[in-house]
């Protein structure tokens, strides 16, 4: 079974310092890893997802699979990235095609 | 673009007590999850719905029963409700490619449980 483990229920730091939100997975096959965020009274939203290799409102996340970690980064964090942020799996064939699995989720306070 | 929809939006029922919760999908999708989201917990996959089929299911009991309907839109059907069955009820749509698709969320249904 697959696991996500997000270490930090809560992550401060001051606007214009870097971030970065920690997420560590366990899966014995090839997954596709997602962030998901949601900000204050608004849905549940796609932030990134690895293999589109975007950057997303100046984020980005590299897959580690020796880690197997997949953390979020921003060099310069703004007021607006305060939100809850989601790590979130879905395996690569086999049987749990479709199912999302989601840490616990950090929340991201970014002060003035 | 239409998002994905859901209905109701908040909803107080008694233990023992029948709920039925609804999602319409984004336009252009034909796939809907269904998720139960504890308080100051990560969501949890229920099921998953593809040509009107169960596609998917995780660890939840029979009570736990779901519908999709030819315009893709879906029920999810809670019996004997337990008080903790009290969460947040998110839906979410996919373009079902037969690989990691991208679900997009509704804004859920918080139901509670007296």
């Known amino acids: 079974a697959q696991r996500v483990t997000q270490p930090e229920k809560l992550l401060s730091v001051f606007k214009g310092a870097p971030v970065e939100l920690k997420c560590n997975y366990s899966?014995?096959?090839?997954?596709?890893l997602f962030w998901y965020v949601q900000y204050s009274r608004q849905r549940l939203q796609l932030l990134l997802r690895?293999?589109s290799r975007e950057s997303i409102k100046g984020f980005t996340a590299d897959l580690n699979k020796g880690e197997t970690s997949f953390h979020l980064k921003k060099p310069f964090a703004q007021e607006e990235d305060s939100a809850m942020y989601y790590c979130?799996?879905?395996?690569?064939?086999?049987?749990?095609?479709?199912?999302?699995?989601f840490g616990q989720g950090t929340i991201l306070t970014v002060h003035p | 673009e239409t998002g994905v929809t859901q209905s109701p939006t908040h909803l107080i029922k008694t233990r023992g007590q029948q709920v039925t919760l609804r999602c319409s999908s984004q336009?252009?999708?034909?796939?809907v999850s269904w998720y139960q989201q504890a308080l100051g917990q990560g969501p949890q996959f229920i099921f998953q719905?593809?040509?009107?089929?169960?596609?998917g299911r995780g660890n939840f009991p029979p009570r736990f029963s779901g519908l999709q309907f030819p315009n893709y839109s879906s029920e999810l059907n809670v019996n004997a409700l337990e008080l903790d069955d009290s969460a947040l009820y998110l839906c979410?749509?996919?373009?079902?490619?037969?690989?990691?698709?991208?679900?997009?969320f509704g804004p859920g249904t918080r139901l509670t449980v007296l």
């Open positions: 979410a749509s996919s373009f079902f490619r037969g690989g990691a698709d991208t679900q997009y």
């Open positions: 899966y014995s096959g090839s997954p596709e």
């Open positions: 690895h293999i």
């Open positions: 979130a799996l879905i395996p690569l064939g086999g049987t749990s095609y479709g199912k999302l699995t």
């Open positions: 336009s252009g999708h034909n796939t």
């Open positions: 719905y593809y040509r009107e089929e169960e596609n």
